[in-house]
């Protein structure tokens, strides 16, 4: 199992400024990297697994709310847990973070421990998460694939095609 300072977070604003400043407050618990816009982003998931996106809501290219609705919608990113910046105060914004599958978000200007906080909180939620995961299909004792894993294969209906 990694551990928290492995994993990886990618932080997404169009403000370097910004970016420059969360990437600050967040390398101090895990590595970051950075993407300046939403097709940016895209292409670095694409090539570079992540563990958190902490990504800001207006942008220019796409916002980040639907930003989170296409990488909701992409099974390779789907269980990426998403923290949004926003410097809205706006009660349907905080909403619309939730219903485009945010896992959690903060308010400008950033209050660093905040910020830290919750990013570390998501971290080890998806800690867990990954660990419980493979806990079901790998046998401690032996190391071996388990019945669970076994009846999960074959369930799915390409398990029984030969292969071409």
Not at 72 to 79: I, L
Not at 156 to 162: C, H, K, T, V
Request: charge should be negative.
């Amino acid at each position: 199992m990694k551990h928290i300072d492995q994993y990886s977070v990618l932080v997404v604003d169009d403000d370097e400024i910004t970016r420059l400043m969360l990437i600050a407050v967040l390398s101090d618990i895990c590595h970051c990297e950075a993407a300046g816009s939403a097709q940016e982003a895209f292409n670095f998931l694409a090539v570079h697994p992540v563990d958190l996106i902490v990504l800001d809501i207006q942008m220019p290219d796409m916002s980040g709310l639907e930003f989170c609705e296409k990488v909701r919608a992409n099974n390779n990113f789907v269980k990426i847990p998403i923290l949004f910046i926003t410097s809205s105060v706006e009660r349907n914004i905080q909403e619309a973070c939730w219903i485009t599958g945010g896992n959690d978000f903060v308010k400008k200007p950033v209050i660093s421990n905040t910020l830290k906080q919750r990013a570390e909180n998501l971290l080890k939620s998806k800690i867990i998460a990954d660990s419980m995961f493979h806990t079901g299909y790998d046998d401690p004792l032996t190391g071996m694939k388990t019945e669970h894993y076994l009846m999960k294969e074959v369930s799915e209906p390409s398990a029984l095609l030969p292969n071409q």
